[in-house]
Structure formats: structure tokens, C-alpha cells
């Protein structure tokens, strides 16, 4: 028992492409001395390596079966041993999905794939972020970087968590900012000093266009004075929070209603949405745009930052504009296929 014992815990120990080299070998030589000794009852190799399989399988058909003294005493041997070998392959495998588990949770896999979206710093914002992802697009792949050392949605498996400090190259590669379409840096919540936290957000940005110019950068920006900061880092879109919220309690003071308006704009799961729209080639002005898609039930508001097109209806529709509508989701879908089904798009 002592021998068995030490064999067991020696062969634990013994890495996974070892393991399975030895299982071949196992396999291979019991199939060689199965045929050997009753030829007759295999009739050919591979009828004995089907059975050698079987029998290590615990499977037993009984459509091959030893016949000799000889042939019964090695199958007792596959017994010991084959069987044995076998449950150690079972354990490794279980093993080592246990093991990706372990290092998913805890951060430390790294991202295979692309076009994913990028959320730097866990917190109240991201979670809600995520859950808007995943709401509007369940397919999406988001990879979640932060310094705690565990996954905060280990249940999601369209988020990937990497743990470590969102600045450093490393950490950076794991979540595979290379390949991915946008990332977002919220303001780290467990720092108190405003100052602080726009700074290792600058850092974290600064480290993403060194590394990925190409992607899409979205930075939330807790004071106003620290804006031009983060335009020289080529940051593409910042949000000042503290701002954005002492803003929309005044117009809703000022304005009753108001706030109603920017909270359903904001949340896609209730009413009309703001969504991009392809320029369709057949407008030449931004009123052949907004006739079009008004007739369509969406309202054109914007040219990227532009919320004065409608001032703007007689002027041409630049090569490199960017319209935004306003619009329930049916209505954008609607508007988007058309668009995508030919170079003129019939929304007249």
C-alpha cells in the first residue's frame, strides 16, 4: 500500500504533457501485449487497443473479453493500474479547469480577442456602464481592469477581469487594449483627493494612447481646470461629472421637466435614445437629412458636437460628419438597414 501511496504522489506531481505521454505509452504497450497474448480472440491490433480503452474506461461491452489465463491475469493488471492512471487524467483535467477558474477570478488570464470595450476602475459607474453594454449589445466582450484582486462579476461571462494597475504596459496587454474598440477610464472612487484622481486617470489615458492611439478614449473628469490636461493627452471624450450632475439639478430647479428629458435620453431602456446614423450620399444639405429621418420618426439634433444644425438646414453635409438622432430603437434599426442596403437608401 506504502508503494502505491508514493506512486500516486509522484505522478501528482508530474506536469500535464508528461502525464499524458506516459497514458499514451500505457495505452499503447497494454494494446501490443493484449494482441500478443490471445490473438485469436482480437484478431487484429486495433480490436485490442478498441478493448484496452474500453476496459480503462470502466465501459466493458463485452464484445471483446479475455479467454486465457494469461489474458484474464493482464486484464486484472489494466484493473490496478490502467483504471488508476485513468482517474489521474480525470483529477488533472479537473484540476485544471479549477485552476482557470481560480485565475479568471482572480484576474490574471489574459483577453483572446477583439473588438471588446475596455472599463478601467470598478465602481458604481462601471457597473451601471456594463449593465448598459450588455443591455443594448449581449454579445459585447468587456474587459474590466482594476487593483482589487478579485472578479466583481465572476457571473458574467461576456466580462473579463484583469487585476492590476490600469497605467502599467503589462496590465495593458492582458486586457489586449491593442485590439479593442474603446475604452472607458471612470474616476477611481476609493481616492479622496479630487486632484489625485484626475491625475491617475490622466496616467491611465496617457498610458493607453502610447500604447493604442487608434482606440476610442472616454475619460470621466471630476474638476473642469484639469480639461486641458487631458485634451493634450488626446483623450477623443471626456465627461466632467461633478459638473454634468450640479448642471442637470439646476435645469431641473430652473426647469421643471427637464431632468426627465436627459434621464430617458440617457437610458436606453425607456423611450427614445440619442444614436449615430450613417449619412445617407442622396442628402446634399443638412435639411435633406433631417426631412428624410424626420419622416422616418427619428429628429436629427447634432453633427458631433453640434447641436445647431437646425440653424444649419441650407448648409451642405460636410465628407466627415457625424449625425446623431433621436429616436426610439425600432425606428434606429429601421433607419440603420436602409442605410446599410444600398448607396441610396429610399427614406424619402
Not at 117 to 137: Q, T
Not at 148 to 171: C, I, K, T, W, Y
Request: with cysteine.
Amino acid at each position: 500500500m506504502h508503494f502505491f501511496i508514493r506512486l500516486s504522489t509522484r505522478l501528482m506531481h508530474l506536469r500535464k504533457t508528461t502525464i499524458g505521454g506516459i497514458i499514451l505509452a500505457f495505452v499503447l504497450f497494454s494494446a501490443t501485449v493484449a494482441y500478443a497474448l490471445e490473438p485469436e480472440t482480437f484478431a487484429n491490433w486495433f480490436n485490442a487497443f478498441y478493448w484496452v480503452l474500453t476496459t480503462m474506461a470502466t465501459v466493458g461491452y463485452g464484445d471483446y473479453f479475455a479467454t486465457t489465463p494469461a489474458g484474464k491475469v493482464f486484464t486484472i493488471f489494466l484493473y490496478i493500474f490502467g483504471i488508476g492512471l485513468l482517474s489521474l487524467v480525470i483529477g488533472k483535467v479537473i484540476d485544471s479547469i479549477a485552476e482557470v477558474q481560480r485565475q479568471r477570478g482572480a484576474g490574471m488570464l489574459t483577453f483572446e480577442g477583439e473588438q471588446h470595450i475596455v472599463i478601467v476602475n470598478w465602481g458604481k459607474k462601471a457597473r451601471s456602464a456594463i449593465e448598459e453594454i450588455l443591455e443594448n449589445a449581449p454579445k459585447t466582450q468587456i474587459v474590466l481592469i482594476d487593483e482589487s484582486n478579485r472578479h466583481p462579476l465572476e457571473h458574467l461571462e461576456q466580462v473579463h477581469f484583469v487585476s492590476g494597475d490600469p497605467a502599467a504596459d503589462s496590465v495593458l496587454s492582458k486586457a489586449s487594449i491593442s485590439s479593442c474598440r474603446a475604452a472607458i477610464i471612470f474616476a477611481d472612487e476609493r481616492i479622496e483627493e479630487a486632484s489625485l484622481i484626475d491625475g491617475k486617470s490622466l496616467l491611465v489615458v496617457s498610458s493607453i494612447e502610447r500604447i493604442a492611439p487608434h482606440v476610442h478614449t472616454t475619460v470621466e473628469i471630476t474638476m473642469e481646470n484639469h480639461v486641458q490636461n487631458f485634451r493634450h493627452a488626446q483623450v477623443n471624450e471626456f465627461i466632467l461629472s461633478h459638473d454634468a450632475i450640479s448642471r442637470l439639478a439646476v435645469r431641473a430647479a430652473l426647469h421643471e421637466g427637464s431632468s426627465d428629458v436627459i434621464t430617458q435620453l440617457l437610458n436606453r431602456t425607456n423611450g427614445s435614445d440619442v444614436y449615430e446614423v450613417a449619412v445617407d450620399r442622396s442628402w446634399k444639405t443638412y435639411g435633406d437629412a433631417f426631412q428624410a429621418l424626420l419622416a422616418q420618426g427619428a429628429t436629427l439634433i447634432a453633427d458631433r458636437e453640434d447641436l445647431g444644425i437646425n440653424r444649419k438646414l441650407d448648409m451642405p453635409i460636410p465628407a466627415n460628419a457625424k449625425l446623431y438622432v433621436v429616436a426610439d430603437a425600432q425606428t434606429h434599426r429601421r433607419i440603420a438597414s436602409a442605410l446599410e442596403s444600398g448607396p441610396r437608401s429610399g427614406l424619402y
